[in-house]
């Protein structure tokens, strides 16, 4: 089989406030169902190697993590080639038991923003307070970008990652692209 | 005439000259100055023409408020028109032209229309063009609209960007004077988040023209001290250039930044909408004089009186070598004694009041040997393009003059008004304030939040407050409040710094000068500039009966020009109450909306323009789509193939030849953008039985089915194949259109009525890219692929597998929408193209084509199978289509049920679909109506069918179409008539729907 292809395939834009890279696929797995479920807690610590995320939360190590979605959903982040493999360990674990698990990797773009005006570059997109006491790294948001649905969390202060579905990867990649235009800072969140 | 005197010009960087154009005219001016400010210097008092009479109009006032000093601005990518020269900074190369006359603004043919006054009163055009009826629409609306106007309509792409901004913040400070610099702070103290705002370049609002010491300190060094203050505070964002435009519920506030209109060549973008959710606002807009209504107030020369000192103090600007007074407050005594001490002469002040002792004010006045003339008033201005004199009467009687004093110019005050806009934009009401004469915000009547606490709080003069010792106080105490509510607390350190008092004299409210003016004045006096209101206009709405604000406003178009009456409005309210024999508060306000002052459509869509005007969803083939000439089909915010023309094709030749090689040989169709929703849990049967109209618990793992779907009202809204994965789980498919649609309905249903089902859904449409292979070829591609057993035994019609075709791992659907051997291959997204490039070498020998949508549409219609969108239009029930089959029986219930069982659904007069076919092979128009006998209670011809879906089959080389007919199936031979649009009347046979392969012997190979 092919290597998979995202949508942008590593499209990168420099020139502005904010550096800002359509990243290659990365593993992702829906999960709903009952969180506070034994078979779902043990099963998702296990793969992650995290703890369940409070409401808005991400635990992330490195490029594995389990990130808060709804009451009811959670989003396994992992290695793009990893995804069978969870997935089978996590219909095991939920057997006969009322709960799902998809593969919508490729269902997404992913982008990363690097710089130091990053939160203002989402700020101006996002219905989202990106002050640094109120989004810190460990916190996600799922929000809309302009008129479309995406989620991002900061990954450290002057990193941001971003998820979008994948027919939108242009329009997000040139809405990012338009928000971060150079001589566009806002120096909002200043210190 | 109006100059730049020597001294003063407090905010000029008189180092930096910048040259700028008015009317193609060069002329000079500083850094700092605004185009008002500017034009003024270079004695251009004449700079605009009202918009009715075509008047000759100058400057009246140095703020937002201004109604008179419009500009076009700007050439080509940057042009704009209606922009105020108050507000407009001064920068090099700035190009500048006045509005609304023709030929020029020296001789304007328009204006004999103020001779033609007396013909043109309120009302004028209500009552002149209501008859004849069709003239309106055919003679005098085409000239009045070319005779009415502001400025040009902008005729390039604005050359500029925009953005938005969200913020969030626990204080919103509207406003940047002393008022608003001493709530920041206080707010700030207390550890609140705040945000700042001021409309200006500059802080400090007014204060620093108008005087003062706080703490012993003069103003300028207090505000200086207070802005360094608060940008050392970590918890304070302060932005200048940016304007409270509208506060809204929920303690939403716009706020309009201007980042470079006063910078044009700047990098980034030009305005940026703040978009600010608060936990509460404070107000501190300060207050904008009034005019007084005096016969020839606007002549071009008479302005208000803080204007006139303003344009001294700020600018350095002399609006007139002998300045004339006229007022009913202390206020303007400051423009006397502001002029004087700077060298111009002020021949009198003429104060309409009649006062027992002087205050502090008139005293200084006095003694700098000012003539001040007690219960004296203008009776009339005298000048045409610019003031020569004015006409001295008594307030107290009809405008016999006394004394004629030639001057250049006239600096009126009226008394003030609190900006209480923004205040009053979510409901807060206002009381009327005797001694000020205004109206202004009643504290005990704040616009109310969800919590059912007041959200705004006004501050400083915008709540009615003064004195500078009495706006330092209010400000204080007014943030004090807000964050004592919002949990936060002050140290206990936090004290309001104390200002100078100096004792006004009370104001005498004036709503006509002289009190008894007669008509022949009254014709002269002006209420609105901008839109020519004047003060008979509002008497004569009141005597024709329109006693309502809100009807004089309309009649009379009092305070609806683009300055929406900043400075008519009190005094027109007063003038009807006057008219009326009432109370101004009987007589109320009109409704304050959103935004205080014009922002830019610019601002308003932000980023939402170019490529990103609106999102583009592509399928992971869209390149490749591009690349082979695919002509688009909007699809939702899709963009589908509608057809691949090759070299020297038109597009129907094209969408013929896809139709033809997929039936002959095969072809290739990017599926991606259909819906698929995938069904989990116990309960999922049950759920699909309820949302589907046929029986889906009954289907077998493996299999697929065609459903349909109705809203509860029993219209169909979408369709698709379901197939069963396992016990547990389906896969919904649906229309392209209705993949989110369908979605958020199942989540509707799932949390609101049916929440203790066992059932979870997952959109996971762009998880994959589907592709349907279609055609006698088909199974022979997929077998070239290898990898899997795709015969008919292994993978028979409406079954599906998983399995691996070529090495790329994928889920095979047979199911056909055309009527051919097909099978829908889904694989993950992130090899959709790969996939679809070894489709296309494995088909190369077997005749492969991409085919669009177009192609899709007939090889359905050749099959009689109905499209959601063309045989549906959310009026059609499965019933009218002739799909009773899939309706199941046994079910006692689904959605739509109930409805459907009414007596208009089951009425056997509801059109029903049927084939159609042109008696001489050609093709009907698209939505055409077939007529009846008789005609209807409107005298129009009864109609008794539509045309749904219609193409020319190249399969069957002639027109097919499908419709919706009165009796229809009961008619089949029948033949009925269509006219088109085109003069030319079709004739059509009523047939059954499926044209091609009834058996369907094709698609069960």
């Known amino acids: 089989m092919s290597e998979p292809i995202s949508a942008l395939n590593g499209s990168v834009y420099k020139e502005g406030i904010a550096a800002i890279t359509a990243t290659g696929p990365i593993g992702m797995i829906s999960i709903r169902g009952d969180m506070t479920a034994g078979y779902l807690k043990k099963t998702l610590k296990k793969i992650a190697g995290v703890d369940m995320p409070d409401a808005r939360g991400i635990n992330l190590k490195v490029d594995k993590g389990i990130a808060w979605m709804s009451p009811d959903e959670l989003l396994l982040i992992c290695s793009y080639a990893e995804v069978a493999t969870h997935l089978d360990t996590l219909h095991n674990a939920i057997g006969s038991n009322h709960a799902m698990a998809v593969n919508v990797s490729d269902a997404r773009a992913v982008f990363r923003l690097k710089g130091k005006h990053i939160r203002e570059v989402l700020a101006k997109l996002a219905p989202v307070d990106t002050s640094p006491d109120v989004f810190a790294p460990g916190t996600i948001r799922r929000t809309r970008l302009a008129q479309v649905p995406a989620a991002f969390w900061m990954v450290d202060t002057e990193t941001a990652q971003l998820v979008c579905f994948r027919s939108v990867a242009q329009y997000v990649f040139d809405l990012l692209k338009t928000a971060a235009q150079p001589g566009s800072e806002v120096n909002h969140h200043r210190r | 005439m109006s100059t730049r005197i020597a001294t003063g010009g407090r905010l000029l960087n008189k180092s930096n000259a910048v040259s700028f154009s008015f009317n193609g005219k060069h002329l000079r001016g500083f850094e700092g100055d605004t185009l008002a400010s500017a034009l003024l210097a270079n004695d251009q008092m004449l700079v605009g023409r009202s918009f009715k009479y075509h008047r000759p109009r100058g400057i009246v006032a140095a703020g937002p408020e201004e109604p008179n000093a419009l500009m076009n601005l700007g050439r080509e990518g940057q042009f704009e028109p209606n922009q105020r020269a108050t507000t407009t900074e001064l920068f090099d190369g700035l190009e500048a032209a006045s509005q609304n006359h023709w030929p020029s603004l020296e001789f304007d043919v328009g204006a004999i229309n103020k001779y033609l006054s007396r013909f043109l009163p309120a009302g004028f055009y209500y009552k002149m063009f209501i008859h004849p009826r069709p003239f309106w629409k055919h003679v005098y609306e085409p000239i009045i609209r070319h005779s009415a106007g502001l400025g040009k309509a902008p005729k390039d792409r604005d050359a500029d960007t925009y953005e938005h901004f969200h913020a969030f913040c626990d204080v919103l400070v509207i406003g940047g004077g002393v008022a608003g610099l001493e709530a920041a702070r206080t707010a700030a103290l207390s550890g609140a988040k705040v945000i700042l705002l001021e409309q200006n370049a500059h802080w400090g609002g007014r204060a620093p023209v108008d005087g003062g010491t706080v703490e012993g300190k003069p103003i300028n060094d207090h505000v200086d001290t207070l802005v360094a203050e608060l940008a050392a505070m970590d918890n304070v964002q302060m932005r200048r250039r940016t304007m409270g435009a509208g506060v809204y519920d929920h303690s939403y506030v716009l706020g309009y930044e201007r980042l470079k209109d006063h910078a044009p060549k700047a990098q980034g973008p030009r305005h940026r909408l703040w978009r600010i959710r608060a936990g509460h606002i404070i107000t501190a807009t300060g207050a904008i004089e009034r005019p007084l209504s005096f016969a020839g107030n606007d002549i071009p020369g008479v302005m208000l009186a803080a204007a006139v000192r303003d344009y001294l103090v700020n600018y350095g600007v002399s609006v007139g070598d002998r300045t004339v007074v006229v007022t009913n407050n202390d206020d303007?005594?400051?423009?006397?004694?502001?002029?004087?001490?700077?060298?111009?002469?002020?021949?009198?002040?003429?104060?309409?009041?009649?006062?027992?002792?002087?205050?502090?004010?008139?005293a200084r006045a006095k003694e700098l040997g000012i003539r001040v003339m007690m219960g004296h008033a203008i009776a009339s201005v005298k000048g045409g393009k610019r003031v020569t004199s004015v006409e001295v009467c008594s307030q107290a009687g009809e405008g016999a003059v006394l004394e004629t004093i030639p001057c250049e110019a006239v600096a009126m005050s009226g008394g003030w008004s609190p900006v209480v806009h923004l205040w009053s934009h979510c409901g807060g009401k206002l009381v009327w304030d005797t001694a000020l004469a205004t109206f202004r915000p009643d504290v005990n009547n704040a616009p109310i939040g969800a919590d059912g606490h007041g959200f705004v709080t006004a501050a400083g003069a915008a709540a009615g407050f003064f004195g500078l010792d009495d706006i330092l106080h209010d400000a204080h105490a007014a943030a004090d409040g807000v964050v004592t509510t919002l949990g936060f607390k002050l140290p206990a350190n936090a004290t309001s710094p104390n200002a100078d008092r100096q004792e006004e004299s009370p104001l005498a409210p004036v709503w006509m000068m002289p009190q008894g003016a007669n008509a022949k004045l009254r014709e002269k006096t002006w209420l609105d500039y901008q839109n020519d209101v004047k003060v008979s206009d509002v008497r004569l709405a009141a005597q024709e009966g329109f006693v309502s604000v809100e009807h004089t406003k309309r009649y009379t178009t009092l305070g609806m020009a683009t300055d929406q009456g900043k400075l008519s409005n009190i005094n027109g309210l007063a003038t009807l109450a006057g008219a009326l024999n009432a109370d101004i508060p009987t007589v109320g306000t009109t409704t304050f909306r959103p935004p205080y002052h014009p922002i830019s459509m610019g601002a308003i869509g932000g980023e939402a323009r170019g490529e990103v005007f609106q999102p583009l969803r592509r399928t992971p083939m869209h390149s490749w789509h591009d690349a082979n000439e695919a002509e688009w089909e909007p699809v939702g915010q899709w963009r589908r193939p509608y057809a691949y023309k090759r070299s020297g094709e038109s597009t129907h030749d094209a969408v013929m030849r896809e139709v033809t090689n997929t039936r002959k040989n095969m072809g290739l169709l990017d599926a991606s953008t259909l819906g698929k929703i995938i069904v989990k849990g116990p309960d999922a049967g049950k759920f699909l039985d309820m949302l589907y109209t046929n029986m889906m618990s009954s289907l077998k793992p493996g299999k697929c089915r065609y459903g349909l779907m109705c809203s509860e009202n029993g219209f169909l809204i979408d369709d698709g194949v379901v197939a069963r994965i396992d016990d547990d789980t389906f896969l919904c498919h649906t229309t392209t259109g209705g993949a989110d649609r369908i979605h958020q309905h199942m989540e509707e249903w799932l949390q609101t009525e049916w929440w203790d089902w066992q059932v979870y859904v997952a959109n996971v449409t762009e998880q994959y890219a589907q592709i349907a292979v279609v055609g006698p070829?088909?199974?022979?591609?997929?077998?070239?692929?290898?990898?899997?057993?795709?015969?008919?035994?292994?993978?028979?019609?409406?079954?599906?597998?998983?399995?691996?075709?070529?090495?790329?791992?994928?889920?095979?659907?047979?199911?056909?929408?055309?009527?051919?051997?097909?099978?829908?291959?889904?694989?993950?997204?992130?090899?959709?193209?790969a996939f679809w490039d070894a489709l296309m070498v494995a088909g190369h020998d077997l005749g492969v084509m991409p085919y669009g949508t177009e192609c899709l549409h007939i090889l359905r219609a050749e099959k009689g199978f109905i499209m959601i969108g063309d045989e549906t239009d959310g009026t059609v029930i499965p019933q009218d289509l002739g799909l009773g089959w899939a309706i199941s029986k046994k079910k006692e219930d689904y959605l739509g049920k109930r409805a459907q069982e009414r007596s208009h659904m089951a009425d056997p007069e509801r059109w029903k679909l049927v084939?159609?076919?042109?008696?001489?092979?050609?093709?009907?128009?698209?939505?055409?109506?077939?007529?009846?006998?008789?005609?209807?209670?409107?005298?129009?011809?009864?109609?008794?069918?539509?045309?749904?879906?219609?193409?020319?089959?190249?399969?069957?080389?002639?027109?097919?179409?499908?419709?919706?007919?009165?009796?229809?199936?009961?008619?089949?031979?029948?033949?009925?008539?269509?006219?088109?649009?085109?003069?030319?009347?079709?004739?059509?046979?009523?047939?059954?729907?499926?044209?091609?392969?009834?058996?369907?012997?094709?698609q069960n190979v």
């Open chain 2, 332 to 362: 303007a005594y400051r423009t006397a004694i502001a002029l004087v001490e700077a060298g111009l002469t002020v021949p009198t002040i003429l104060d309409a009041r009649v006062l027992p002792e002087d205050s502090a004010l008139m």
């Open chain 2, 777 to 833: 070829n088909a199974r022979k591609c997929l077998e070239k692929l290898g990898g899997m057993d795709v015969s008919k035994d292994a993978l028979g019609f409406m079954e599906w597998v998983d399995g691996e075709l070529g090495g790329f791992k994928c889920r095979i659907y047979r199911i056909s929408f055309s009527g051919e051997l097909s099978y829908e291959i889904a694989v993950v997204a992130g090899v959709g193209q």
């Open chain 2, 915 to 1002: 084939g159609l076919e042109t008696t001489d092979g050609s093709t009907l128009p698209d939505g055409a109506y077939a007529v009846g006998e008789g005609k209807n209670e409107n005298n129009q011809r009864n109609v008794i069918g539509r045309v749904t879906s219609t193409y020319h089959s190249p399969t069957l080389n002639k027109g097919i179409a499908m419709g919706l007919v009165l009796h229809g199936p009961d008619r089949m031979g029948e033949v009925i008539d269509f006219p088109g649009t085109d003069g030319k009347t079709y004739s059509a046979k009523i047939v059954d729907p499926v044209f091609y392969d009834k058996e369907g012997e094709k």
